[in-house]
């Protein structure tokens, strides 16, 4: 982990949704350390500011990151050109730790944006067959067109992805309701189960609930949580979180640990 911002070169900005891009970046010279999917990093817009982005895709030193414009920073960066350099630092936080996994059920649940920070937990479930259990691989999104990564979601269906939009036009011939409904065609063991979820809180602490209620306990539920950051490295204290400082001791915190502190507005 580094201090100071990394150059990397942008080599490829692709549309993901009419507010969200795919970024892909490789390093100018030096790379940091390797990421872990569920780890984020501070990305910087040169003039502009740096913010916490998740990693959405690790290829050796290659990262990738889908972002939403929602302020200054994240528009800035969903318009980076290839060619272009941006600033890195990381990697950052707890990651998934799928591995800890090995020979359970997986259930991911993915709302909106939260699937960048699953997309590289699903790419190593997949591509480690026979090391855990069943797959089940649960997205939702607010229309059609805010579903991200539609070219990869076919191919993670083995057994089972389901996808759901809160709102559809006639030309949407998929599930309609909220993402949780998804979780009565998946397939699993719930005493033998891992579950990770991403995306609002809202939809966290409901994913959570579900999963509860058919028997996966909660210290086998990973969520991932954000909170305003900075530093990004335990000093500032923007990201505390009750006793926990999310960008140290998350994003991904066992939900045992987590649910007395959701009641915890962000400031
Ligand atoms: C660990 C972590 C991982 C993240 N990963 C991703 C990712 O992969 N892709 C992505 O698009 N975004 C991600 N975010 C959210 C992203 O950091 C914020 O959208 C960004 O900081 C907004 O900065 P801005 O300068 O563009 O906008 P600002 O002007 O700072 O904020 C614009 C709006 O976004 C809200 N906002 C600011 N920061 C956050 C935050 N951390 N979480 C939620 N809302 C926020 C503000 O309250 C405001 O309403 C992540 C955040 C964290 C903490």
């Known amino acids: 982990m580094t201090a100071v911002p990394l150059p990397y070169r942008v080599t490829a900005n692709r549309p993901e949704s009419a507010d969200t891009r795919t970024i892909e970046l490789q390093p100018v010279a030096e790379a ?28 050796g030193s290659a990262l990738t990151h889908t972002i939403r414009g929602v302020g200054a920073t994240s528009r800035a ?27 359970r059920d997986l259930i991911i649940v993915a709302g909106g944006i939260g699937l960048a920070p699953l997309r590289p937990l699903v790419r190593e479930a ?9 797959l089940n691989v649960l997205v939702g999104a607010r229309t059609p067109a805010d579903l991200l990564y539609r070219s990869e979601l076919d191919g993670w269906g083995h057994p089972y992805c ?20 998804l979780l ?5 063991d719930p005493h033998d189960t891992t579950a990770f979820a991403c995306g609002p ?14 028997g996966v306990p909660a210290q086998h539920i990973r969520i991932s949580l954000e909170r305003n950051m900075h530093c990004a490295t335990g000093h500032c204290g923007h990201c505390q979180l009750g ?10 915190v066992a939900y045992d640990r987590a649910k007395p502190l959701l009641t915890v507005r962000e400031l």
Request: proline share 8%; with cysteine; charged share 15%.
């Open 201 to 214: 809180e809202v939809m966290i602490r409901a994913a959570a609930r579900e999963l509860l209620h058919r």
């Open 32 to 59: 940091l350390p390797v990421f872990a999917p569920g780890q984020f990093a501070m990305v910087y817009a040169f003039g502009v500011g740096d913010i916490p982005v998740s990693v959405a895709g690790i290829d």
């Open 77 to 103: 960066l969903c318009a980076v050109r290839a060619g272009t350099q941006v600033g890195v630092r990381g990697p950052f936080g707890t990651g998934w730790d799928l591995p800890s996994a090995a020979g």
């Open 126 to 134: 997949l591509s480690a067959p026979g090391t855990y259990g069943r």
């Open 162 to 181: 389901g996808v759901t939009v809160d709102r559809a036009g006639p030309e949407w011939t998929g599930n309609v309701g909220v993402v949780t409904a």
């Open 184 to 188: 009565d065609q998946a397939a699993f």
């Open 243 to 252: 006793p926990l400082l999310l960008c140290r001791d998350g994003p991904v």
